[in-house]
């Protein structure tokens, strides 16, 4: 069957602290790292709402905003510093070497491009981790393995910081998403993974931020919407279901 399909919606849902629309945009963002104003307006905007500690974590919550087109998963976020002119850590220079970027504050970004909760376990996960500066790391997660430090999707990425914070924004390929077990086929030749994502399909994401003694970590139940009036016309029955 199809990896994306809403047989494991409900389940889904239960098994995340938030549900998203994830919709469609039309003209996609431009990927510079600024978040220009009404760049986003069209995507859809959350605060970060999981499992947090350290001692400023109230006023430490990443913005996330999340968006697609046939090509790419278009991902932004805002990450304040307080207090304002405070130092940043961001040492990591070179991408693709994990130990320093955990070290750094940063944003972190898991896909699992499937509605069932445990496709982690079985398919692994699909991880991004950046800093300030836009240093990003990228692996498969394999289940019991290391990390697959081969997948490289090719991301566009650009962030900006200043004294008040710092602004990253991703364009993720969805062709890239057919990696290792997710390349998989089902009885009738096809690929197990749609790609775009059909209006109505769930896929798990996590985001997770370290700023400072502050961290977020929180996992959402992502449903693509491929224009307004499905996004409306599915928001009554995914609501009865949370």
């Known amino acids: 069957g199809d990896w994306s399909s809403d047989v494991c919606s409900s389940d889904l849902v239960a098994a995340c602290e938030t549900v998203l629309w994830v919709p469609f945009l039309a003209k996609p963002p431009t990927c ?127 962030s900006v910081a200043d004294g008040l914070g710092w602004s990253c924004e991703l364009m993720i390929p969805l062709k890239s998403l057919r990696y290792g077990p997710y390349a998989a086929t089902n009885a009738e030749g096809s690929a197990a993974l749609t790609l775009p994502p059909q209006d109505g399909a769930a896929w798990r994401l996590r985001f997770a931020s370290k700023v400072g003694d502050a961290s977020n970590d929180f996992t959402i139940a992502a449903f693509f919407a491929a224009d307004a009036e499905a996004m409306l016309r599915r928001a009554g029955e995914l609501m009865k279901t949370k």
């Not at 970060?48 to 968006?67: D, K």
């Open 32 to 158: 510079d790292g600024l978040l220009n104003p009404g760049e986003w307006d069209a995507a859809s905007t959350t605060l970060a709402s999981g499992a947090t500690t350290g001692a400023s974590v109230r006023a430490i919550q990443p913005r996330i905003h999340l968006g697609y087109d046939k090509e790419n998963l278009y991902v932004a976020c805002y990450v304040p510093i307080l207090p304002a002119g405070s130092w940043l850590r961001a040492d990591a220079k070179q991408p693709d070497i994990l130990e320093p970027l955990m070290r750094d504050d940063h944003v972190k970004f898991e896909i699992w491009p499937s509605a069932e909760p445990s496709a982690g376990t079985k398919y692994g996960s699909f991880d991004l981790q950046w800093n300030a500066y836009g240093v990003l790391a990228d692996w498969h997660a394999r289940p019991g393995g290391s990390p697959d430090m081969k997948w490289s999707p090719g991301c566009n990425i650009r």
